[in-house]
């Protein structure tokens, strides 16, 4: 079988809202240094390699809301898909405290390499699917760890990333925070604004409204978490559609 840097959920749905899932995946495909970064099974297993629970959660929401969803088929590590390409994090060489030997020497050949076969594909994959529509809606699903090395525990259950467009966002974070039992997060554990990422390439430079939703990995470790978060997530997000009035 051939290998696909992107996998497409629900493609043929007709939905206002496209899910995407940048850091779906921890793949090595075996033309990045024979399918080895260089680092143990337990760091690949990490959040250094990809979003723990975030593609389960991805296609469950899909799934509920009857929309397409577009997740990334390779490692954060090989190629980050979530930063602009002439992002210097593009390629990390050191992730919360492990060193990654196979991006250590990466030149900008190598760094050209791995964006032709596999950031290029997935954002243009993610292009096309956001283009099918006038009114497309993206929410992008990420996940975070409790605590980074050396910093202070995160308490959110869920935060809620924007920049300068938040249309959707705001009245988001709104309906999270009337739920009694969570700890909501407003651009929180990190600000969204990121100039050239995924979503301000897709969204904000296209005027669609959007907001990246990360929720706390611990929380999303078991197909069960994910499904029961997908489900609560899923009317929550189209009461903010309908206040929102986008």
């Known amino acids: 079988m051939t290998y696909q840097p992107f996998d ?40 250094i390699a990809y979003d723990v629970g975030a593609a389960g959660v991805t296609r469950a929401l899909a799934d ?40 250590r020497h990466a030149d900008a050949d190598e760094v050209e390499r791995r964006r032709s076969a596999l950031y290029d594909p997935y954002h243009g994959a993610l292009a096309d699917l956001a283009a099918r529509r006038e009114d497309t809606i993206i929410i992008a699903m990420h996940s975070f760890t409790p605590q980074m090395q050396g910093r202070a525990p995160r308490p959110w259950h869920i935060g809620v990333l924007w920049a300068e467009d938040g249309r959707y966002a705001q009245p988001l974070i709104q309906r999270l925070e009337e739920e009694d039992d969570l700890c909501v997060g407003d651009n929180e554990p990190y600000t969204g604004y990121l100039p050239g990422d995924a979503i301000d390439t897709h969204a904000t430079t296209h005027g669609r409204p959007n907001a990246l939703v990360e929720i706390r990995n611990d929380l999303i470790e078991t197909e069960q978490q994910q499904t029961g978060w997908a489900n609560r997530l899923a009317p929550i997000l189209l009461d903010a559609l309908h206040r929102s009035g986008v």
């Open 8 to 47: 497409i959920h629900g493609g043929d749905r007709d939905s206002r809202f496209l899910i995407t899932c940048d850091h779906a995946a921890n793949t090595v495909p075996d033309f990045i240094n024979g399918g080895d970064l260089g680092i143990s099974a337990a760091d690949m297993s990490r959040h």
């Open 64 to 103: 509920v809301l009857g929309c397409a969803a577009v997740l990334s088929n390779f490692s954060r590590l090989v190629i980050d898909p979530n930063r602009g390409a002439d992002d210097p994090t593009l390629l990390m060489k050191l992730s919360d405290g492990a060193i990654i030997p196979a991006n």
